[in-house]
Nanobody
Framework: QVQLVESGGGLVQPGGSLRLSCAAS????????MGWYRQAPGKQRELVAH???????NTADSVKGRFTISRDNAKNTVYLQMNSLKPEDTAVYYC??????????WGQGTQVTVSS
């Protein structure tokens, strides 16, 4: 049974930082593309960043230069370091593991709120 468990969300002031973690189990983690998505109230879920099995990353323009995705295959964990947070970064952040159209899994999400 595949499980993706996110942690690290919370309330932070504008300009602050958070580090999200997603611990994966039940899959061959190293071969999966791992991604972070977010969904703000009333908006569609959007890609924040993803990282391939080879370590190649892709980051949304809206967070480029502020957010960094990384992975530790030995720990079956993917991270999202978020710096210089803005109120518009407020959303539920979801971890995704994708190998193909069938092997495509989601975590339950973690809330990030940026507010003074």
């Amino acid at each position: 049974q595949v499980q993706l468990v996110e942690s690290g969300g919370g309330l932070v002031q504008p300009g602050g930082s958070l580090r999200l973690s997603c611990a994966a189990s039940g899959l061959g983690f190293a071969i999966y593309v791992m991604g972070w998505y977010r969904q703000a109230p009333g908006k569609q879920r959007e890609l924040v960043a993803h990282i391939t099995s080879a370590g190649t990353t892709n980051t949304a323009d809206s967070v480029k230069g502020r957010f960094t995705i990384s992975r530790d295959n030995a720990k079956n964990t993917v991270y999202l370091q978020m710096n210089s947070l803005k109120p518009e970064d407020t959303a539920v952040y979801y971890c995704n593991a994708k190998y193909d159209i069938v092997r495509d899994y989601w975590g339950q999400g973690t809330q990030v709120t940026v507010s003074s």
